[in-house]
């Protein structure tokens, strides 16, 4: 019961606040609660919401919105994240077709991939 009331009062918030009034009231309301759990429920927290929900939160986005974003958060990363302790090397060792959201991966009916190899 609490669970549904407390989704109809985020539906109603969200539905009549100005979107910075809904950033603001989504991070007063949800920091303290991601502050309670232990480190390691945040880490799968963040990778949960990353994984399932990412794509939907870009899904309007054209690929220099999304390069422009990750442009902007690139600084926020460096700064937040242990950069020496990185391994980027097998984190994108196969990309392979991990980056194709739907509409942003086709180039004139031809895939993005084909493109570049043609070029070659």
């Known amino acids: 019961m609490f669970m549904k009331l ?5 539906r109603l918030i969200g ?14 309301v949800g920091l303290p609660i991601l502050k309670k759990l232990p480190p390691h429920q945040r880490v799968d927290f963040y990778k949960n919401v990353s994984q399932k929900h990412l794509g939907e939160l870009l899904v309007d986005l054209s690929r220099e ?3 422009a974003l990750m442009n902007g958060l690139m600084p926020l990363f460096a700064r937040e994240f242990p950069l020496d302790q990185l391994d980027l090397l097998a984190a994108f060792a196969s990309p392979g077709n991990q980056y194709a959201p739907e509409g942003l991966n086709q180039q004139d009916g031809n895939d993005i991939s084909s493109s570049l190899q043609d070029t070659k």
Do not use: G, M, T, W
Request: net charge negative.
């Open 6 to 10: 407390a989704h109809l009062l985020v």
């Open 15 to 28: 539905s009549r606040a100005k979107p910075q009034e809904f950033v603001d009231f989504s991070v007063e």
């Open 65 to 67: 919105d999304r390069a």
